[in-house]
């Protein structure tokens, strides 16, 4: 059976019945799998199925296979991926035409690659969806949309890609898991990317995967997230395998399987560096305050900008030292109980 209605509780009903009668499963649909995914994937173990699902993430990317396949060899570390093609499209327009997010939000939607509603992709909850699909095929991890820390791109100004641009970054949209003493953590939301890195150089609606693995080290799979041919392209791929698995009578073997105990990392040591854009009063003591506010939490400034807004209000756009999230909570939280202190904007910063 073949699924592509994109709805999560009829097809959940569908597939289940369709693998109790011991029909082979190959679905597109993303948000059924990365909620329902587990279910499916102990239904379709039981009664000796296969159940494919290689174009719910990236669309012609063969992504899912390769994790499982081709680095099957290999410790995968970190998976990192612009794998929302309408918020891409959307900062590539914000990165090389100054737009505001009001406006590229309107062109996509005329263009048709932003619904009516925007809601899933602009807040990440299309990409956290998938996000929770590679992460269980990575890390063999029955990690859950709950467990995504998610953002979007909502609150993105043009100063913020401008800025980040000067200081020699890219402002993209990215889901990232990583693997950290037998505990993974994941995420989406913005992060400042290096110019120079391969994730940059991915524009308008296409999509990236960048892996790193303990012996391959850094591959990316990069090409178009969406569109009938390119998600067709893999619905039919696999069908194919399920033909080849029926002919050999290798049916029924897991996809992915959960063979780790789910364990999440505690924000004490999920580290980054981080970009903070904030709105100050321009008085005397203000700077000095947030300096010890941030010193308090054991937190040094890399990179500072500090320019003046207007008479009374300055800007103040700072790059952290590599931090944890904890760290960064605690300076927020205390920086928040200042009126004169305004935290707009806070963005992780990938380096390398």
């Not at 039981?46 to 990317?61: H, K, P, Q, R, T």
């Not at 992709?121 to 890390?139: E, N, S």
């Not at 020699?168 to 990583?178: F, H, I, N, P, T």
Request: charged share 25%.
């Amino acid at each position: 059976m073949v699924e592509v209605m994109g709805s999560i509780d009829i097809a959940r009903e569908y597939i289940l019945r369709a693998l109790k009668a011991g029909k082979h499963v190959v679905t597109a649909n993303k948000d059924l799998m990365a909620i329902h995914g587990d279910e499916l994937v102990s239904a379709a173990q039981e009664n000796g199925c296969d159940l494919f699902y290689e174009a719910s993430v990236a669309g012609g990317i063969p992504i899912l296979r390769t994790i499982v396949n081709s680095l099957a060899a290999d410790k995968i570390q970190k998976v990192m991926g612009i794998v929302n093609g309408t918020t891409n499209y959307m900062l590539t327009k914000m990165t090389t035409e100054n737009k505001s997010y009001e406006e590229v939000l309107k062109e996509a939607q005329d263009l048709g690659f932003a619904e009516a509603d925007p809601t899933s992709d602009v807040d990440g909850i299309d990409a956290a969806r998938k996000m929770v699909i590679l992460t269980r095929l990575a890390f063999g991890m029955n990690v859950r949309l709950e467990d995504v820390e998610t953002d979007g791109i909502r609150g993105i100004s043009p100063l913020d890609i401008t800025t980040a641009y000067q200081l020699g970054y890219k402002v993209k949209l990215v889901g990232r898991a990583e693997e950290v003493d037998g505990t993974v953590s994941v995420d989406v939301g913005p992060v400042l990317l290096p110019r120079a890195h391969p994730l940059s150089g991915v524009n308008y609606e296409n999509n990236a995967v960048f892996v790193t693995g303990a012996a391959v080290g850094e591959t990316m799979f990069y090409g178009p997230g969406a569109g009938e041919l390119p998600t067709a392209t893999s619905v039919v791929s696999d069908l194919i395998t399920v033909a080849k698995n029926s002919r050999l009578g290798t049916n029924g073997n897991a996809f992915n399987s959960f063979i780790h105990e789910t364990k999440h990392t505690p924000k004490e040591k999920v580290y980054s560096k981080y970009y903070l854009r904030l709105e100050m009063d321009d008085k005397t003591g203000t700077f000095l305050k947030l300096t010890q506010i941030f010193a308090e939490a054991g937190i040094g400034f890399d990179k500072i900008i500090q320019e003046p807004l207007n008479e009374f209000t300055a800007t103040v756009v700072i790059v952290t030292h590599s931090i944890s999230k904890a760290q960064l909570n605690v300076a927020q939280k205390r920086a928040e109980e200042e009126p004169e202190i305004r935290i707009l904007t806070k963005y992780a910063v990938v380096e390398g």
